[in-house]
């Protein structure tokens, strides 16, 4: 079975950090693109980070360039977000994201999201 399990949330002061991670299991992970997304209370979900599956290649929302890193390990199933100098707005609950496109058609999963908090 399709599983993404996130971990590495919680409660931290502003411009302290924080290392996501997301494991990933039941499919080919080398074949996905990999991404970040977030969700704040009241917010619409927004694309924080995203790095391909051929070339390794990166981008990142506005809002976090510069703070933040996303990387893949394709031999441990894992993708992780590098969160530093983190500010109250980042609070969120930010979810694991895969998809690939074959033949025209997307496959597309979610893991269940993790708390992050940034607060004093």
């Known amino acids: 079975q399709v599983q993404l399990v996130e971990s590495g949330g919680g409660l931290v002061q502003p411009g302290g950090s924080l290392r996501l991670s997301c494991a990933a299991s039941?499919?080919?992970?080398?074949?996905?693109?990999m991404s970040w997304y977030r969700q704040a209370p009241g917010k619409e979900r927004e694309l924080v980070a995203r790095?391909?599956?051929?070339?390794?290649?990166?981008n990142y929302a506005d809002s976090v360039k510069g703070r933040f890193t996303i990387s893949r390990d394709n031999a441990k199933n894992t993708v992780y977000l590098q969160m530093n100098n983190l500010k109250p707005e980042d609070t969120a609950v930010y979810y694991c994201n895969a998809v690939t496109i074959y033949s025209g058609s997307y496959t597309n999963f979610w893991g269940q999201g993790t708390q992050v908090t940034v607060s004093s």
């Open positions: 039941g499919f080919t992970f080398s074949s996905y693109a």
């Open positions: 790095i391909t599956s051929a070339l390794g290649r990166t």
